[in-house]
């Protein structure tokens, strides 16, 4: 699919192939897939922390060895954009993760038992090591669900208001969402965040039972419920990326 060979064969009006290879000046190989777009007006390369993958959106009837080109001489800003992500980290053994911000290192045990538990700074998962990655998320989401759900139902209380239901999914641009059926749905990767962070996203969400926009009324709204709500926000903005790339 990365064949640079292609690059003799083509011709302006053939379609372009799909990726293209570069080398950064410390030797790593880096793939970026290429995208025709009919109202990309120039080349434009892009980057996605979450899943580390580079997307070039070029306007139709450009060259491939134009894209080429183009793509080489990024290779400083490529580079840049590789070192400042955040560190994946997977749901293994020897790792550590946050839960409410509390760093816990995940133990593996032979054995079975309660899949996971807790213990001060540490989460041991039991079972084969092949299930360790799904037990945790699983617990997490369980964790993410109690957690949401009391603080959810606190708000709603407070307001009035009754919550029809709750869920949890794992988009990738917002921390929840209200329907306009009275159903509250969360980012089960909340768990990971302070409690205070974890409480304004409830409230948000909740306030929108009242407030279904973002005007004056709802954001007065949520400061009743949580009081100043400006470092939680800023909070969730700062570390958006190193929670997606936790597990
Ligand atoms: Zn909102």
Partial sequence: ???????????????????????????????????????????????NPIEDRFELVVPRGVRFSDVTRFAE???????????????RILFQPGE??????VPHRIEHV??????VRLEPGLLIVTGKP???????????????????GD?????????GKPVKGISLNDPKSRWGSCSSRGTLCFSW????????????????EVAHLV???????????VARLVGPHQAERAWLTRNATRLQRLG
């Fill in 1 to 47: 699919m990365f064949q640079r060979s292609l690059l003799r064969a083509i011709t302006p009006s053939a379609k372009l192939p799909d990726g293209v290879e570069i080398v950064t000046r410390s030797g790593v190989r880096v793939e970026i897939a290429v995208r025709v777009s009919d109202r990309a007006k120039r080349l434009l390369l892009k980057f």
């Fill in 189 to 204: 990767r909340l768990i990971f965040a302070p409690p205070k962070v974890l409480r304004y996203v409830a409230a948000h």
């Fill in 96 to 101: 550590t993760i946050p839960i409410l911000d």
């Fill in 211 to 221: 407030e279904m926009n973002h005007g004056p009324k709802f954001w007065a709204e």
């Fill in 151 to 159: 603080a959810a139902r606190h708000y709603a209380a407070e307001i």
């Fill in 130 to 148: 092949e299930h360790i990655s799904r037990r945790i998320r699983d617990f997490l989401r369980a964790r993410a669900r109690a957690e949401l």
């Fill in 110 to 115: 032979a054995g079975s038992g309660v899949p």
């Fill in 73 to 87: 001489a990024q290779q400083g800003w490529v580079a840049a954009r590789l070192g400042s992500a955040p560190p």
